[in-house]
């Protein structure tokens, strides 16, 4: 097992690079733009490339700053600057996205430089969290203490991000390109590989009485308007050939994607045209080269020893009389492989949190974990470690600074991209219909054990950065066009996800006015929980009784003939005045 030193966190990245390439560099291109030397497109290609986004049209002069967290994971340290700086800089929130990043909203352009300068004392970077190159690489938050993970995928990750960070090969690709690690097949870490366009899952060989470790590689998958299943790449990649594998698929990608056409530029439209036997053995033929070569690559060394005397103390960890707490325990506490010791989830509502917030949060993983917390795909923050003689006392700590909602592990952890708030893409407020939700099941905690296997997502618009595709229920931001007006709307969509073994999208059901959504959800829920058979989950009862049942479920939702529509219907939910769907040039879409 391998624990990460700071000094390694903050090598991904290197401070004074970074300083010199980017911080100065920004702050001579914002007084370059505001002289008139250089066009509004030359600088939005220059700050996006350096994680900075405009917010919508209406918003202009304000930014969302995206943070890069390799793999998810930060330094006590790492976490409560990024509170400071939300603090000083932003609304005083910061999200937390299904990339494991962290975003900071409200931004003056003037302030960028200051902040890309603070989190480089901490050794993070903005650097490619935007833009058309490889993006943060995602990686499982359970890595070195997860039951059902074959091994540690951290080192490999932290190696593959930093041979990419700057590297010439991945700097002006036709679109961005996303990779992900999983510890183990059965997505129980949140790592979805075939959505991304390279997926590493994890894998072993037995070679005489060696154990090789491997990958199985996944290629060519995306969401967005048009969903793609990646393709297995490899059923087995040993390790030593990450770097040459990676660089060999980029290479393919940068000389075969559509620079004419935006929309087209992601790598499944590659696979998609040349077929995916073409696909691979065009990269075979660029790894084949780049072996031959005479380059050597790195690989980690096996995983070290843990430095930490682990005790097992005997305690055990077991429900009391606090109905809570007992819920807590359940749904966001999860016992590590190694006895004694737990990771414990924090789940704020839809991956907002504050300033304090993430300050308390960093205290607590100094006294509680090992000074480490990892972000989620989920939205979440965890933290190993936590000895189980602790956690009733991490508990107590939490719920004095809000963190301690239930249900990180369940139905009730609802995710959602910040949409029409702060996106130029967005179409609808998705914050507010995630928070909505979220107080569904707050009402309903009874559902929450029968369904802890569902989850649900929302998108303010149909690229998907919330990943609805592949949600039990997913909801997308959309507009309907009634009476003279605009009906902010949603459409749902069923039985996204891994199903038996199935990669699969959801199905659609239908367009919704926004205000009907949460009811819309209740309805498909407690069909399941009244039709379902003993031992049938969500995928099976909606195969057994067709998608059509569904519809004819939210069938009265959905009717947007103008007899039947409420003046309230025509104001978004969270706002006061008449919904118009107002866009811009999207910068951020999936």
Not at 161 to 181: E, T, V
Not at 529 to 555: C, H, M, T, V
Request: a neutral charge.
């Amino acid at each position: 097992m391998v624990l990460n030193t700071i000094d390694e966190l903050a090598a991904v990245d290197s401070a004074q690079i970074y300083y010199d390439e980017d911080i100065r560099g920004m702050r001579e291109a914002i007084e370059s733009l505001k002289r008139g030397e250089i066009s509004e497109d030359e600088f939005k290609r220059y700050r996006l490339h350096r994680g900075i986004y405009g917010q919508r049209p209406d918003q202009k002069g304000f930014n969302m700053v995206r943070v890069k967290i390799p793999y998810g994971l930060l330094t006590s340290t790492q976490l409560m600057r990024i509170g400071e700086i939300t603090r000083e800089f932003s609304d005083g929130i910061a999200h937390i996205t299904t990339r494991q990043d962290i975003q900071l909203h409200w931004v003056k352009l003037e302030n960028a430089p200051s902040i890309m300068e603070k989190l480089a004392e901490v050794g993070l970077t903005t650097r490619e969290a935007c833009g058309n190159t490889v993006r943060n690489i995602v990686g499982s938050p359970l890595a070195g203490v997860s039951q059902n993970e074959l091994f540690d995928i951290t080192p490999y990750a932290r190696l593959l991000a930093k041979h990419l960070l700057r590297n010439q090969l991945n700097q002006h690709l036709p679109r961005k390109f996303k990779i992900s690690f999983s510890g183990s097949a059965d997505e129980s870490d949140g790592i979805v590989p075939w959505i991304h366009d390279i997926g590493y899952v994890a894998a072993i060989q037995q070679e005489d009485d060696k154990v090789r470790k491997g990958f199985k590689v996944f290629v060519g998958g995306g969401l967005g308007g048009q969903p793609r299943v990646a393709n297995v790449f490899e059923e087995f990649l040993p390790v030593k050939l990450l770097i040459p594998n990676t660089e060999a698929i980029i290479t393919v990608f940068n000389a075969l994607g559509n620079r004419e056409n935006r929309n087209k530029a992601r790598m499944k439209y590659v696979l998609w045209k040349l077929g995916f036997k073409e696909f691979r053995r065009r990269v075979n033929v660029e790894l084949s080269r780049i072996l031959e070569s005479g380059r050597t690559f790195p690989v980690p060394s096996d995983d070290a020893a843990d430095d930490r005397l682990l005790v097992e103390t005997g305690f055990v960890l077991k429900a009391n009389g606090d109905i809570e707490f007992n819920r807590w325990l359940e749904s966001n506490v999860v016992s590590q492989k190694q006895a004694g010791y737990n990771v414990v989830y924090v789940n704020p509502v839809i991956g907002d949190i504050t300033a304090d917030q993430l300050h308390t949060l960093g205290e607590l993983s100094e006294r509680f974990s090992n000074g480490q917390v990892r972000t989620t795909t989920q939205q979440d923050i965890v933290l190993h470690w936590v000895r189980s003689s602790d956690v009733q006392w991490l508990y107590e700590e939490l719920k004095k600074a809000n963190l301690d909602d239930a249900g990180a592990q369940d139905i009730s952890n609802v995710t959602s991209c910040p949409g029409a708030d702060t996106c130029n893409l967005g179409i609808t407020h998705s914050r507010a219909l995630g928070k909505e939700l979220t107080q569904l099941f707050h009402r309903q905690p009874d559902w929450s054990e029968i369904l802890k296997d569902l989850r649900i997502k929302i998108s303010g618009c149909q690229n998907s950065c919330d990943q609805h595709h592949i949600a039990a229920i997913g909801l997308h931001g959309a507009t309907k066009k009634v009476n003279g007006g605009q009906i902010p709307s949603y459409i749902v969509s069923i039985g996204g996800g891994m199903n038996s073994g199935k990669h699969v999208f959801g199905k659609t059901l239908g367009r919704i006015p926004a205000h009907y959504a949460t009811e819309a959800v209740s309805r498909i829920l407690r069909r399941f929980l009244s039709q379902r058979n003993p031992d049938e989950n969500f995928w099976q009862f909606a195969e057994r009784i067709g998608i059509r049942s569904f519809r004819e479920d939210i069938k009265d939702l959905s009717d947007f003939r103008p007899e039947n529509i409420k003046k309230e219907l025509f104001v978004d939910l969270g706002e006061v005045s008449a919904f118009a769907a107002v866009t811009g040039e999207g910068e951020c879409a999936a």
